[in-house]
């Protein structure tokens, strides 16, 4: 009688575990069975953007807000960019300083930090000109063009410049 008692006994035990573990995956009559749960996706690093150098030769040119008979005053930029600082000597006809010259150069000191690219110019005294100019613009990286906007107190305008490649 004990072997049969406990004989039962062991059966009960596996009976009950076995219903207890499919009780956990049970689907009710109006259900189908749920499908296991993926795993979260894993975050992973951005993609680092190429290296690209923006130092070099740019052509460009700059206009003046609301005077369209001045018209388009080309310029020449040679850019050294050192991680994301960029440095370099503009020239340009001169178009407002004294007739000592015929072109007027400038200094420029800025970033490009993504694709905002922010510089300013000193002019460096030639024609008689040595006051700064803000820019700030913003980089097209597939077609290496930057356009934007200058400033010089109220006096503002646009600009364009393109990498010489």
Do not use: C
């Amino acid at each position: 009688m004990k072997k049969l008692q406990l004989r039962i006994g062991s059966l009960l035990f596996v009976a009950f575990a076995a219903l207890f573990y499919e009780s956990s995956y049970a689907v009710l009559p109006d259900q189908e069975p749920s499908k296991p749960k993926p795993k979260p996706a894993q975050p992973q690093a951005p993609k680092p953007e190429p290296s690209i150098n923006w130092g070099g030769t740019w052509e460009g040119n700059y206009r003046y807000d609301g005077d369209p008979g001045k018209g388009a005053t080309r310029f020449i930029l040679t850019a050294v960019v050192n991680g994301t600082q960029l440095s370099g000597k503009i020239s340009e006809p001169n178009t407002f300083g004294n007739e000592s010259a015929n072109f007027l150069g400038a200094n420029i000191d800025g970033s490009i930090e993504g694709t905002l690219v922010r510089f300013s110019k000193r002019y460096d005294g030639t024609g008689g000109q040595s006051h700064s100019v803000q820019y700030e613009g913003i980089l097209d990286r597939a077609s290496g063009t930057v356009r934007g906007q200058w400033a010089i107190g109220r006096t503002t305008g646009s600009f364009e410049m393109r990498l010489k490649r």
